[in-house]
C-alpha cells in the first residue's frame, strides 16, 4: 500500500541554521507529493507540492525535490526563523482515481533565536 | 475567500455517549474529507465524498462512526457510542475537484475527549 515515513522529532535548530526533514514514500507509480505544515493553534496547509519526478517545490524559503531514484521528498530551508516552528507533514496522493492524502507521522521543528 | 468552517472547536463527552461534528467546505468544492488525527500522529481519512456520494469509507469504523453530506455542501460526522480511544482531532478538508495533485484546504479541526 502506500505510506510516508518522516524523521523523527522534534527537530531543534537555532535561528539561521539549514534545516533538513527527511520524508520517504512508498507507492505505485508516480504519486503526487506535499509537505503541509501546522503552526501552533492553526489548520494544516500547504507549504509546497510536486507531482512529478525532478519537480522542485518552493514556497517561503522551503523546497523540495521529488526524487523517484531514492523514492525521497526531503524539506529543506537555507535560513530557518522563529516564525517557522510548526509541525510538518510530508504526504502524498497516488496517480489514479480521487486524491486520497496520505501523511507521514509528522515533525516537529523548534526554532529558538 | 472563506476557509473550511468546522463546529465545535472543543467538545468534551464521556465515553457510551454520541457526538456530532459540522464541516461546510469552500464554496465550489466538490471533494469533502473527514480525517482523525490521534496526537503524535499523521492524520487519517475517514471518509471521502465527491458531492453527495462516498467515494471512499475504508477507514471508517462503520459500527460507531457514520457521516452524511446531503445536498452536496455542509457534512456532519456522528460517533455513537464514543470509546476512549476516539479522543482525537478530527479534520474536515475540501478540494476543488478531488484530481491527483489537487490542493486540499483543511479546517482548524475539532478536539475531542472522551473521558
Known amino acids: 500500500g502506500n505510506s510516508v515515513t518522516q524523521m523523527e522529532g522534534p527537530v531543534t535548530l537555532s535561528e539561521e541554521a539549514f534545516l533538513t526533514i527527511n520524508c520517504t514514500y512508498t507507492?505505485?507509480?508516480?504519486?503526487?507529493l506535499f509537505w503541509y505544515v501546522q503552526y501552533p493553534g492553526e489548520g494544516l496547509q500547504l507549504l509546497l507540492k510536486?507531482?512529478?519526478?525532478?519537480d522542485k517545490g518552493s514556497n517561503k524559503g522551503f523546497e523540495a525535490t521529488y526524487r523517484k531514484e531514492t523514492t525521497s521528498f526531503h524539506l529543506e530551508k537555507g535560513s530557518v526563523q522563529v516564525s517557522d516552528s510548526a509541525v510538518y507533514f510530508c504526504?502524498?496522493?497516488?496517480?489514479?482515481?480521487?486524491?486520497?492524502?496520505?501523511f507521514g507521522t509528522g515533525t516537529r521543528l523548534l526554532v529558538s533565536p | 475567500e472563506a476557509g473550511v468552517a468546522q463546529s465545535p472547536r472543543y467538545k468534551i463527552i464521556e465515553k457510551r455517549q454520541s457526538v456530532a461534528f459540522w464541516c461546510n467546505p469552500i464554496?465550489?468544492?466538490?471533494?469533502l474529507y473527514w480525517y482523525q488525527q490521534i496526537l503524535g500522529q499523521g492524520p487519517k481519512l475517514l471518509i471521502q465524498?465527491?458531492?453527495?456520494?462516498?467515494?471512499?469509507d475504508s477507514q471508517l469504523p462503520k459500527d460507531r462512526f457514520s457521516a452524511e453530506r446531503l445536498k452536496g455542501v455542509d457534512s456532519t460526522l456522528k460517533i455513537q457510542p464514543a470509546k476512549l480511544e476516539d479522543s482525537a482531532v478530527y479534520l474536515c478538508?475540501?478540494?476543488?475537484?478531488?484530481?491527483?495533485?489537487?490542493?486540499?484546504?483543511f479546517g482548524q479541526g475539532t478536539r475531542l475527549t472522551v473521558v
Open positions: 504526504a502524498l496522493t497516488p496517480n489514479t482515481g480521487f486524491q486520497k492524502l496520505v
Open positions: 464554496s465550489g468544492h466538490a471533494t
Open positions: 507507492a505505485t507509480g508516480y504519486p503526487s
Open positions: 510536486a507531482t512529478k519526478a525532478d
Open positions: 465524498f465527491q458531492n453527495n456520494g462516498v467515494v471512499d
Open positions: 478538508a475540501s478540494s476543488l475537484d478531488g484530481q491527483t495533485g489537487a490542493e486540499a484546504f
